[in-house]
């Protein structure tokens, strides 16, 4: 009788849970259904009756790229070819022809071919411009191009390239390609060991354990750990390279979610290599996501010296979700904040201004947190270093010469018209070349319209349609001819970095990536400064004070 009347409560009480749980579901996910029902309906329509003939895949492909658009740069949508691009940048393996490509409408660029594979076996260089590989022709291609370079191992591919307006073809034969998250170490001095970390692949932290372990062996008592242009990659590689340097069960970074399963926390799981040997970790502004991690956790736990320029300021993580037909979608799930409870997350992409641009945060809303020894960082615009380096910095003119790829085009230029530099560590540009790459810029047409012009242009737009632009006319224009002038003198203003820029990228066409390493350790201003601050033992410290 007792186990009855207990049955007899307890299932009411079961179905009131289910019900209030259903009801919550139906609450939430009843406008999804209903707006993807309109939205079944509306595609239907569209591709049935439109006058035009319609592509079913490439309007859906618009749709979701649009719907994705307003809310981060790093939730997408990845179809097949593209969930493959992303295993390569998780594990660094592909068969391929051993090359950094870029893709354009009517050709490849090969942007960097990797020392002794296949691409430059074949007498493939930077700056070479694919236009048919077998007899595809790039320009009539209108899937990415990129994967016909792709295939088995030690199949062959034919291409046909322009080198300085003449026509070659080559045959190269794909290999497996392996990526390393540790391109470079090597000794600095007899004390001093030098760390590149360039990507957080799933090799990271071991070959970079490897690195330091050597380094150790030829005697360093005092490291660089190189993470200038490092954009980030696994969370976990990132936990795992800060245990090499921190003991066992530090908390290195918290994520947090509107979902309770995604909020987690990370702590070292391993003992460590060596918790003691002094560190100098680089950054620069595309330092960024795992980059961040380490050198934020590093400077939290007053474990090192962050030198170089502020980094990117990414403190969103991303998880893949498998869709249908082998297509996935990337995600934002959460923010991570470094051990001092800091997000140096630097846009906002939820308060968008007029123009629909990811607003910055403003320095005034940062918040201070403490390091571990008291000393304050704060949140908000990515990780600032404790040693600001000048020529670090990118500017926006810098940025703008850099994206409209007239350092590499420069690059490519002098190259060929410079084959007799038989030892590249005298290499050297001088006022002469700064010169000439001005003359390059203004002879290729240059333009670069700053955010002063953008508001000025608006400001008269509004003026002509008001019909007050009579008024203003001759004033209108006194200003865009100085603005015109400030930009000329920007040029000149970031000389010194301009001219690191091309150095950079011409050092490379001699002697590869390996090589412009191998440049850095007796050129690089970064380099020489992080030297200088180990082999003092009170300065380094005097930082983490």
Avoid at 275 to 302: C, K, M, R, W, Y
Avoid at 338 to 345: A, D, E, L, V
Avoid at 362 to 388: I, W
Wanted: aromatic fraction near 10%; proline fraction near 3%.
């Amino acid at each position: 009788m007792k186990t009855r009347l207990k049955k007899i409560i307890i299932i009411p009480a079961l179905a009131i849970i289910v019900f209030f749980t259903s009801s919550a579901f139906q609450n939430d996910f009843f406008e999804i259904s209903k707006q993807i029902e309109i939205f079944t309906t509306l595609y239907k329509e569209i591709n049935m009756n439109y006058v035009d003939e319609t592509n079913p895949a490439d309007l859906m492909d618009t749709a979701i790229k649009s719907m994705l658009k307003d809310l981060d740069p790093y939730t997408n949508f990845y179809n097949e070819q593209d969930v493959e691009a992303e295993r390569i940048r998780r594990t660094g393996d592909y068969t391929g022809i051993g090359a950094k490509v870029r893709t354009l409408k009517d050709k490849l660029v090969i942007v960097e071919p990797y020392k002794d594979y296949p691409a430059d076996k074949a007498g493939l260089k930077a700056g070479d411009e694919i236009i048919k590989v077998e007899d595809v022709v790039i320009a009539t291609y209108k899937d990415d191009a990129g994967n016909l370079l792709n295939g088995t191992p030690n199949s062959l591919v034919e291409v046909t390239y322009l080198r300085q307006g003449k026509e070659f073809k080559t045959s190269i034969k794909r290999s497996e390609i392996e990526i390393d998250a540790v391109p470079y170490f090597s000794m600095i001095n007899d004390k001093t060991g030098y760390i590149v970390l360039s990507t957080f692949n799933n090799k990271a932290s071991s070959q970079t354990a490897y690195a330091l372990k050597d380094l150790k062996a030829q005697g360093a008592q005092r490291i660089i750990l190189d993470l200038r242009s490092n954009p980030g990659g696994l969370l976990h590689e990132a936990v795992n390279v800060v245990n090499l340097f921190v003991p066992k069960g530090q908390l290195v970074v918290t994520t947090k979610s509107k979902v309770k399963k995604y909020n987690r926390t990370y702590y070292t799981q391993k003992d460590p290599i060596d918790t003691e040997i002094p560190i100098v970790v680089l950054i620069n502004g595309s330092s960024a996501s795992a980059s961040e991690i380490v050198s934020g956790s590093f400077q939290d736990l007053d474990r090192a010296v962050v030198l170089g320029s502020r980094s990117f300021g990414k403190g969103l993580v991303q998880r893949p979700k498998p869709l249908a037909y082998g297509t996935q979608l990337k995600i934002t799930i959460s923010r991570y904040y470094t051990p001092s409870g800091r997000c140096i997350q630097s846009l906002d992409y939820w308060n968008r201004d007029d123009e629909g641009n990811a607003v910055r945060i403003d320095s005034k809303e940062y918040h201070e947190f403490k390091t571990k020894n008291g000393r304050p960082v704060f949140d908000g615009g990515g990780v600032l270093p404790d040693e600001t380096i000048e020529i670090s910095e990118n500017s926006a003119i810098t940025d703008a010469i850099l994206n409209d790829y007239f350092i590499f085009d420069y690059a490519t230029n002098y190259y060929y018209n410079h084959q007799n530099i038989t030892d590249i560590n005298d290499f050297e540009l001088k006022d002469s070349d700064f010169k000439n790459f001005k003359d390059y810029l203004n002879t290729n047409n240059f333009s670069f319209v700053t955010e002063t012009e953008k508001s000025l242009n608006s400001v008269y737009e509004n003026a002509v349609k008001e019909e007050l632009d009579d008024n203003i006319q001759a004033d209108y224009n006194t200003l865009l001819k100085n603005l015109k002038n400030s930009k000329e003198l920007a040029v000149n203003e970031n000389k010194d970095k301009i001219l690191s820029l091309l150095t950079d990228e011409i050092v490379k066409r001699y002697v590869y990536r390996e090589g412009l390493y191998d440049f850095y350790l007796n050129h690089n201003p970064e380099i020489k400064k992080a030297t200088e601050i180990l082999s003092n033992p009170t300065k380094y410290k005097d930082y983490l004070r």
